[in-house]
């Protein structure tokens, strides 16, 4: 029998690098790679229903199960997660010296209100600095190029939050450093940090701390995406949904089995200075697999931002887990 064929739409990473190169393949399935940067991904997924399989960003899974037929089922895979501290920019001008002093400021929000990386930041300051979700005034737009509304979200903005647009010529980067706003939460650093523009900075001086002590204290390591399969070829195919998520286990590994060889020799044919120290501090605080797949080691963290989700007014219901994935990998 041949093997099933889908197109699976992802990003470029070292965790499913050996799913793109065809070394790892899905059993049953004949999957065509896609490499797609995730913003177009989500847009060519959700609106144009272009791949079977796709990466997509937490936000907008729950927001279309919010629709009347939703579209997708999840497997439990991550490809993107990060600690947000390192994700919040401030103009130094701004009288900003610690979150508490965000309340009532102007910030700036990465294309649009309930971004992945915002939701985790409002969520996370909220519990761990008391501000309010709504406690600033949010303009949403592009980073460094000026971008047009994203009208394809299945996604409503509550209307107990200060919102606006930016204007058609606008960036948040030029506001940031002009003082036009004076905080950006973005899931990309805005030119102006990677570039040392005197002004504009971090938030959080030292992030990677900061997020080493949200981790101690938590357990939480922020996960930003899932993946999706199109429902109507799931229901068609429902054996695809395990192929998958073992396929994916399978990519991890072969990365993580790179890192192991390359330990032995000290990484040095990486580019990376102390990346053995670095690699074994992050074992030490996160375990032997600080980047895990499946459900049950990722609860408090889906859980966490399902939470956020709904309080902050992006969700309708508060969603379950139960409610995200293919029933058949709840138990990994």
Request: aromatic letters at 12%; glycine letters at 6%.
């Amino acid at each position: 029998m041949a093997n099933l064929k889908l197109r699976l739409g992802c990003g470029t990473y070292d965790h499913t690098r050996a799913l793109a190169d065809g070394s790892v393949r899905p059993e049953g399935i004949e999957l065509e790679y896609v490499t797609s940067f995730p913003a177009d991904t989500f847009r060519r997924m959700i609106r144009d229903k272009e791949f079977e399989v796709a990466e997509m960003g937490l936000t907008f899974y729950i927001g279309t199960l919010q629709q009347p037929d939703p579209a997708f089922v999840a497997i439990p895979v991550y490809p993107i997660r990060y600690f947000v501290q390192s994700a919040i920019f401030i103009n130094m001008n701004s009288d900003i010296r610690n979150p508490r002093d965000l309340v009532d400021k102007r910030v700036g929000e990465l294309l649009f209100y309930g971004h992945d990386a915002g939701t985790w930041i409002r969520g996370i300051l909220s519990d761990e600095y008391g501000l309010p979700y709504n406690g600033a005034e949010y303009h949403v737009g592009g980073l460094d190029q000026p971008a047009a509304r994203w009208d394809w979200l299945p996604l409503t903005t509550p209307s107990n939050v200060r919102v606006s647009e930016l204007a058609a010529d606008q960036t948040l980067n030029d506001l940031l450093v002009s003082g036009g706003i004076d905080a950006l939460y973005s899931a990309q650093v805005p030119a102006s940090v990677v570039n040392r523009v005197s002004g504009v900075g971090y938030l959080f001086d030292d992030h990677e701390f900061a997020g080493r002590e949200y981790f101690r204290r938590t357990g939480i390591f922020p996960i930003m995406h899932i993946v999706a399969i199109r429902r109507d070829v799931y229901e068609a195919n429902p054996w695809i949904a395990k192929s998958l998520f073992e396929a994916f286990v399978k990519s991890k590994e072969t990365a993580e089995n790179f890192y192991r060889f390359q330990r032995q020799h000290m990484h040095r044919f990486l580019m990376i200075p102390w990346l053995s120290a670095h690699l074994e501090e992050n074992r030490r605080l996160m375990g032997d697999d600080p980047w895990p797949y499946g459900v049950s080691r990722n609860r408090k963290a889906l859980e966490t931002f399902l939470r956020y989700h709904h309080e902050h007014g992006l969700s309708k219901r508060h969603f379950t887990i139960e409610d995200m994935f293919a029933s058949e990998l709840l138990a990994t």
